[in-house]
């Protein structure tokens, strides 16, 4: 007996348009500061040392992002579980039995 569960579609919280959006906010914005940076009037060295800092603030937000969308999944998975186990003591328990 095969006791895998049945694969079920995850419903996309977002509709394709949304995601278009974001990801061109997202690039408008690295793009406008990386420009920005390569304008200023300061030595080389300052500029690389800004766009180092704009690589590194885009790369810890994207382990922000991920690490968030992680921990809320798993305790989404936690907490249906636990609403699993508690159906299935409710559905055993019968209030009109006898108690010995």
């Known amino acids: 007996m095969n006791r ?3 694969p079920t579609a995850i ?3 977002h509709s394709n348009a949304w ?3 974001t990801w061109a906010s997202w ?10 940076i390569w304008y200023l009037p300061v030595d080389g060295w300052m500029k690389a040392f800004l766009g180092m800092g704009v690589l590194f603030t885009v790369g810890s937000t994207f ?13 989404r998975i936690v ?4 609403e699993a186990r508690m159906t299935k003591l409710l559905a055993e328990v019968d209030p009109l039995a006898p108690k010995l």
Do not use: F, Y
């Open 19 to 21: 995601v278009v959006q």
């Open 4 to 6: 895998s569960p049945t």
């Open 11 to 13: 419903p996309t919280a």
């Open 79 to 82: 907490s249906r579980i636990d």
């Open 63 to 75: 382990s922000l992002a991920k690490t968030v969308r992680d921990v809320h999944e798993q305790q």
């Open 27 to 36: 690039v408008l914005a690295v793009g406008v500061t990386a420009m920005g």
